[in-house]
């Protein structure tokens, strides 16, 4: 009865800790980044030659690229959503630990 008793006030750490970003995800944005650069340069930029058009497509293409990448990667939605039950977790044990104080302490 004494093991039972230990298992039941086992607690486990239920934070996330072992999911780095994954680093395929710089080849990936790299790789659609320059892909989308050059057909724009190949259908767009060799007609009209605006160097200000190229530029901005350029900035807004690398938030794109990188959003689109993220977006449809699964292992970056995992390393976001460990992050999310770290927060929950912690949301969780404050208000735990805020009605073990009450319940102890009487405040």
């Known amino acids: 009865s004494i ?11 239920r934070y996330i800790r072992e999911i780095p970003y994954p680093n395929s995800v710089v ?5 659609l980044f320059l892909v989308s ?3 724009y340069h190949v ?7 605006n160097y200000l058009s190229f530029g901005a497509f350029m ?5 794109t690229s990188f959003n689109l990448v993220e977006m ?4 970056v939605r995992r390393f ?3 992050h999310v039950n770290n927060i929950q977790e912690d ?3 404050t208000q735990i630990n805020s009605i073990y104080r009450r319940s102890v302490y009487k405040y």
């Open 3 to 13: 093991d039972k008793k230990d298992e039941v006030f086992e607690l486990k750490d």
């Open 27 to 31: 080849f990936e944005t790299a790789s």
């Open 37 to 39: 650069n050059y057909l």
């Open 43 to 49: 259908n767009v930029y060799k007609r009209n030659r």
């Open 59 to 63: 900035l807004i293409n690398a938030f």
């Open 72 to 75: 449809v990667n699964p292992s």
């Open 80 to 82: 976001y959503a460990a």
């Open 91 to 93: 949301h969780h044990r």
